[in-house]
């Protein structure tokens, strides 16, 4: 049995300890944030930071996160306040949205270590593979990002969680078919 802290809460994974920390978090912690990407630790869509380093959830076994303190994309804020989030969705650096929490998560412990990174601090901090290509927006964010940690600047980009399904539905209307008549034939 594997005992850590996982965003703040002592867990406990009865599995083998050669698991994957990727797959404790997503199958039996139910954390699904942090994304199967490659399994090899190429592309960084299981990022998480484990004990303040960005570390690829592929690439570390449960056994050896044994005791240690681990934060997923769920645990970074429960109100979407952190600056690398508000900073990514304020500078448009996300499009398909598949690597994003592994970039957020790598860019969070840059941040942490480094609020004024320069580009070339972000391309070896954050090694992230991205198929869209946000990388210039993803600079961008990540140094509005510390800006906001240095309390230098504030974003008010992301919306507040928890909206009312009708209020969402109010804002942005649900797209419906077009409307057809009858078959014809001809």
Known sequence: ???M??????????LDGDTPLLWALRDAANLTGTK?????????????IVDGEALRSCL??????????????EGLS?????PVQQAMVAEQAIQCGFCT???VMAAAALIQK????????????????????????????????????QRQERISAAPAPGISAEDAARTVPAMAAPETGPATAD
């Open 5 to 14: 802290t996982v965003n703040g809460r002592p867990v406990q994974f009865n």
């Open 114 to 149: 480094n609020p004024a990174p320069t580009k070339a601090d972000i391309e070896a901090a954050v090694p992230n593979l991205c198929r869209c290509g946000v990388y210039p927006r993803l600079v961008s964010a990540i140094q509005r990002a510390g800006r906001v940690a």
């Open 60 to 73: 570390i076994t449960i056994a050896e996160a044994e005791g240690r303190f681990v934060t997923t994309v």
């Open 36 to 48: 199967y990407g490659c399994g090899v630790g190429d592309c960084g869509a299981c990022m998480v």
């Open 78 to 82: 429960r109100d979407r306040s952190h």
């Open 1 to 3: 049995m594997s005992a």
């Open 101 to 103: 929490p592994g970039m």
